[in-house]
T-cell receptor
Framework: EAQVTQNPRYLITVTGKKLTVTCSQNMNHEYMSWYRQDPGLGLRQIYY???????DKGDVPEGYKVSRKEKRNFPLILESPSPNQTSLYFC???????????????FGNGTRLTVT | GENVEQHPSTLSVQEGDSAVIKCTYS??????FPWYKQELGKRPQLIIDIRSNVGEKKDQRIAVTLNKTAKHFSLHITETQPEDSAVYFC???????????FGQGTRLTINP
């Protein structure tokens, strides 16, 4: 089954403790992206990647890192989490980019992160 | 950069009635406008999209209209059903760009 898999689904951590949220897709998609979803703010892009070893900042990259060492994986790293990073995070992938007419974004199931 | 405003933030309609959600965008170069539906506890999923060379697109009970001059586009759902209850997000970007800018979302509730 074609899918984007995120882990974990739920994560509670403390300020400053490094964490990684994994994202993997099995559709051989070139494009992968991370979004955070907050009430009243919609989905905001954190980082995206057009291909292996190619990453770029989205609209809210502060406090986050990413890597794209393999085509299928795009982990999101929080080196020193803070309470304002408490949010619902979605990984997404697409064959042809964020806005290809015939290649929609496929989202993972989301990771709900709480930083205390 | 692109900015997308979405209204209303919440919408409640009687089953069988129509629902309309409106979005405005700022970048006149934007030419790709998708709509995503997110059911409670689920992931967003694309339900319909439109390019700027098309003024309207329909898919069964849902339709999207685009007014490029006024820089706004709308989602229309007719004959609403309980399964239409969800959060709907509009988005806008330039085709081929790598940033898709989303609106704030509309929580649609269909009352039986």
């Amino acid at each position: 089954e074609a899918q984007v898999t995120q882990n974990p689904r739920y994560l509670i951590t403390v300020t400053g403790k490094k964490l990684t949220v994994t994202c993997s897709q099995n559709m051989n998609h070139e494009y992968m992206s991370w979004y955070r979803q907050d009430p009243g703010l919609g989905l905001r892009q954190i980082y995206y990647s057009m291909n292996v070893e190619v990453t770029d900042k989205g609209d809210v990259p502060e406090g986050y890192k990413v890597s794209r060492k393999e085509k299928r994986n795009f982990p999101l790293i929080l080196e020193s989490p803070s309470p304002n990073q408490t949010s619902l995070y979605f990984c997404a992938s697409s064959l042809g980019g964020a806005s290809s007419y015939n290649s929609p974004l496929h989202f993972g199931n989301g990771t709900r992160l709480t930083v205390t | 950069g692109e900015n997308v405003e979405q209204h209303p933030s919440t919408l409640s309609v009687q089953e069988g009635d129509s629902a309309v959600i409106k979005c405005t965008y700022s970048d006149s170069a934007s030419n790709y406008f998708p709509w995503y539906k997110q059911e409670l506890g689920k992931r967003p999923q694309l339900i319909i999209d439109i390019r700027s060379n098309v003024g309207e697109k329909k898919d069964q009970r849902i339709a999207v209209t685009l007014n490029k001059t006024a820089k706004h586009f709308s989602l229309h759902i007719t004959e609403t059903q309980p399964e239409d209850s969800a959060v709907y997000f509009c988005a806008a970007t330039v085709a081929g760009a790598q940033k898709l800018v989303f609106g704030q979302g509309t929580r649609l509730t269909i009352n039986p």
